[in-house]
């Protein structure tokens, strides 16, 4: 007997006719997708010969062609992706080149960016074909593209679901504040120091020459100026004889550490595997030396002090921001081109309003996610008003606008999960290291006070510190501090 399908007959007898007119069912409810995947004229459910023959206690899905009967069984429900945060986080670190399919959760996540793609699009022949060619890179651009358009804004909101506890655990705890305080609180410091620093052009690049033995000569005569009791001093003499110091990425201290070799042209402290300190400054033979010299030496006396990795501490930027601002009108009373050492500030600036634009966004974001409410195309237009004007685009280009930031900042987050951290660090000490610059520029001696935070960063809390400083007023409540 046979049972015919809008796709296929099936051949049955009465023992197997329950099953005939299940199988039926199943292929009539997804008849476009079993004409492309069943190859065959006649399934058989009592030939053993027939090359769509169904013994008993076997799935329709099993005579599939090209596609498993696991992938398929997942394929045809009503939506394929379940968490498509999750699929996007892989496939937009695969294009990014930040991570890279070499296991087996990994490709099994690509495949199922790829299934949903096609699940979606009712494109059953295109997924046929695809699963059949050997040529898959355009397809796979296609299915991106498709993949970022339509989980853009679900991969946004996953990752900074991901970041409250982080913050709360590395930020928020450590000045003993709860999430929405702290949320609140950084809105409202990257709001302060956008308010004080002007737009400024693109970063500069510093040439103004000058020699290794010129830049040493000037850091210990800096920090005999900045100390009397000469400690600084002979820490940064004992720095250089201990081979601490490297200059090049060349250097054999420094061939196997990561972060060095990946960013060869950025200043650092860093370790070795045996936990040995590394002060790592590029070599330009400008006034950039001394520059990056005297910020990365104050996160070396930080480390000094310290068992635990200065990174990791929320106000370890603010003594060596202070010290390198305050190294400016050393070199000026120097006698080193004013114009040239503004260029170090400058960058400084362009630096810091970057971090505190990108920071501000995020806060807002996450006072949206602490509040239960998903961030949304408008939700990102409003934070762009904020700090860009887009009356007079078009409808088409403020969308382009709103699209590119959300994937900025879902290429943000992918890159480095403690990005926040690092601008929240930066925003936080330029705004305070400030604020100790002019007291000490108005009479009150801020140095000793600085010194201290760089040796004591660690010996306790955050906020305890900043009042230790006189960086906030004693008695005054953390999150109301106005400063």
Same mark, same amino acid.
């Given at each position: 007997?046979?049972?015919?399908? /809008?796709?296929?007959?099936?051949?049955?007898?009465?023992?197997?006719?329950?099953?005939?007119?299940?199988? /039926?069912?199943?292929?009539?409810?997804?008849?476009?997708?079993?004409?492309?995947?069943?190859?065959?004229?006649?399934?058989?459910?009592?030939?053993?010969?027939?090359?769509?023959?169904?013994?008993? %206690?076997?799935?329709?899905?099993?005579?599939?062609?090209?596609?498993?009967?696991?992938?398929?069984?997942?394929?045809?429900?009503?939506?394929?992706?379940?968490?498509?945060?999750?699929?996007?986080?892989? #496939?937009?670190?695969?294009?990014? %080149?930040?991570?890279?399919?070499?296991? /087996?959760?990994?490709?099994?996540?690509?495949?199922?960016?790829?299934?949903?793609?096609?699940?979606?699009?009712?494109?059953?022949? %295109?997924?046929?074909?695809?699963?059949?060619?050997?040529?898959?890179?355009?397809?796979?651009?296609?299915?991106?593209? #498709?993949?970022?358009?339509?989980?853009?804004?679900?991969?946004?909101?996953?990752?900074?679901?991901?970041?409250?506890?982080?913050?709360?655990?590395?930020?928020?705890?450590?000045?003993?504040?709860?999430?929405?305080?702290?949320? =609140? #609180?950084?809105?409202?410091? &990257?709001?302060?120091?956008?308010?004080?620093?002007?737009?400024?052009?693109?970063?500069? /690049?510093?040439?103004?020459?000058?020699?290794?033995?010129?830049?040493?000569?000037?850091?210990?005569?800096?920090?005999?100026?900045? @100390?009397?009791?000469?400690?600084?001093?002979?820490? %940064?003499?004992?720095?250089?004889?201990?081979?601490?110091?490297?200059?090049?990425?060349?250097?054999?201290?420094?061939?196997?550490?990561? &972060?060095?070799?990946?960013?060869?042209?950025?200043?650092?402290?860093?370790?070795?595997?045996?936990?040995?300190?590394?002060?790592?400054?590029? #070599?330009?033979?400008?006034?950039?030396?001394?520059?990056?010299?005297?910020?990365?030496?104050?996160?070396?006396?930080?480390?000094?002090?310290?068992?635990?990795?200065?990174?990791?501490?929320?106000?370890?930027?603010?003594?060596?921001?202070?010290?390198?601002?305050?190294?400016?009108?050393?070199?000026?009373?120097?006698?080193?081109?004013?114009?040239?050492?503004?260029?170090?500030?400058?960058?400084?600036?362009?630096?810091?309003?970057?971090?505190?634009?990108?920071?501000?966004?995020?806060?807002?974001?996450?006072?949206?996610?602490?509040?239960?409410?998903?961030?949304?195309?408008?939700?990102?237009?409003?934070?762009?008003?904020?700090?860009?004007?887009?009356?007079?685009?078009?409808? @088409?280009?403020?969308?382009?606008?709103?699209?590119?930031?959300?994937?900025?900042?879902?290429?943000?987050?992918?890159?480095?999960?403690?990005?926040?951290?690092?601008?929240?660090?930066?925003?936080?000490?330029?705004?305070?290291?400030?604020?100790?610059?002019?007291?000490?520029?108005?009479?009150?001696?801020?140095?000793?006070?600085?010194?201290?935070? =760089?040796?004591?960063?660690?010996?306790?809390?955050?906020?305890?510190?900043?009042?230790?400083?006189?960086?906030?007023?004693?008695?005054?409540?953390?999150?109301?501090?106005?400063?």
């Amino acid at each position: 007997m046979l049972l015919n399908t /809008k796709v296929i007959p099936i051949e049955y007898n009465e023992q197997t006719k329950r099953k005939a007119q299940q199988i /039926k069912r199943v292929i009539e409810k997804n008849p476009e997708f079993f004409k492309v995947f069943l190859k065959g004229d006649k399934i058989s459910l009592i030939d053993e010969k027939n090359p769509l023959y169904i013994k008993k %206690g076997q799935s329709i899905l099993s005579c599939l062609d090209t596609i498993s009967a696991f992938d398929a069984t997942g394929f045809l429900k009503d939506r394929y992706t379940t968490t498509p945060e999750e699929i996007l986080y892989y #496939w937009a670190s695969r294009y990014y %080149g930040i991570g890279e399919y070499q296991n /087996k959760e990994n490709r099994l996540r690509k495949m199922t960016g790829i299934y949903d793609y096609f699940h979606t699009m009712e494109d059953y022949q %295109g997924l046929y074909n695809y699963l059949n060619s050997d040529e898959k890179e355009q397809v796979e651009e296609d299915v991106f593209t #498709w993949l970022e358009s339509t989980y853009r804004y679900h991969l946004l909101n996953y990752l900074l679901v991901q970041q409250l506890p982080l913050l709360s655990r590395d930020v928020f705890s450590k000045f003993e504040i709860d999430e929405k305080e702290g949320i =609140a #609180w950084f809105q409202n410091l &990257s709001r302060k120091v956008l308010e004080e620093l002007n737009p400024v052009d693109e970063e500069l /690049k510093i040439t103004y020459p000058i020699s290794r033995k010129e830049t040493i000569t000037l850091f210990r005569e800096f920090l005999m100026q900045i @100390d009397p009791t000469l400690e600084l001093l002979y820490q %940064g003499i004992s720095m250089e004889f201990n081979h601490d110091l490297v200059t090049s990425k060349d250097n054999s201290r420094v061939k196997n550490i990561k &972060s060095i070799q990946e960013s060869p042209n950025k200043a650092m402290v860093t370790f070795t595997k045996s936990r040995e300190k590394i002060v790592y400054v590029p #070599w330009t033979n400008t006034l950039q030396d001394i520059y990056s010299l005297v910020h990365e030496f104050f996160h070396y006396i930080e480390e000094s002090n310290s068992n635990i990795y200065q990174s990791d501490n929320p106000i370890c930027e603010i003594a060596p921001i202070f010290f390198e601002l305050l190294l400016l009108d050393f070199l000026k009373e120097k006698g080193y081109p004013e114009e040239e050492v503004e260029k170090l500030r400058q960058n400084r600036e362009i630096d810091t309003l970057n971090d505190s634009q990108n920071l501000l966004s995020y806060m807002q974001f996450l006072e949206t996610i602490n509040s239960s409410r998903p961030v949304t195309p408008k939700k990102e237009e409003e934070v762009i008003r904020e700090y860009d004007a887009m009356e007079d685009l078009s409808e @088409d280009i403020k969308d382009q606008i709103i699209e590119a930031t959300c994937d900025e900042q879902c290429e943000s987050l992918i890159d480095d999960p403690f990005y926040i951290i690092d601008i929240m660090k930066y925003t936080l000490a330029y705004y305070y290291a400030n604020i100790a610059l002019e007291k000490e520029q108005s009479g009150v001696s801020m140095i000793p006070s600085m010194i201290t935070l =760089a040796k004591d960063v660690e010996k306790l809390p955050p906020r305890e510190i900043l009042k230790k400083t006189g960086l906030i007023e004693i008695g005054k409540v953390y999150r109301k501090e106005t400063t």
